[in-house]
Nanobody, 122 residues
Framework: QVKLVESGGGSVQSGGSLTLSCEAS????????MGWFRQAPGKDREGVAQ???????RYAGAVKGRFTVSKDNAENILYLQMNSLEPEDTGMYYC????????????????WGQGTQVTVSS
């Protein structure tokens, strides 16, 4: 059974940094693309960053240059380094995984963690 567990959320002031982690189990890690999504109160969930099986990455425009997604293949951990945080980054952050290549290309990841809350105050 695939399981994703996020950690590292918290409350920071605008301009601060956080690093989120996602520990994955029950999957062949190198065969999955992995991503981070977020959902702010009253808004739809949106993609934040994705890292593919070949190591290529892509980011939402709102976070490009501030967030960095990476993974430790040896430890099966996905990271999201978030710098220069803004109040607009507040939300529940979810880790997701997918092993179907076409779904990865479309950013349609179907295995989800429970989320970790990030709150940025001005």
């Amino acid at each position: 059974q695939v399981k994703l567990v996020e950690s590292g959320g918290g409350s920071v002031q605008s301009g601060g940094s956080l690093t989120l982690s996602c520990e994955a189990s029950g999957l062949t890690y190198n065969s999955y693309c992995m991503g981070w999504f977020r959902q702010a109160p009253g808004k739809d969930r949106e993609g934040v960053a994705q890292i593919n099986t070949d190591g290529t990455t892509r980011y939402a425009g709102a976070v490009k240059g501030r967030f960095t997604v990476s993974k430790d293949n040896a430890e099966n951990i996905l990271y999201l380094q978030m710098n220069s945080l803004e109040p607009e980054d507040t939300g529940m952050y979810y880790c997701a995984a997918e092993d179907f290549a076409v779904s990865c290309e479309r950013g349609f990841l179907q295995v989800w963690g429970q989320g970790t809350q990030v709150t940025v105050s001005s």
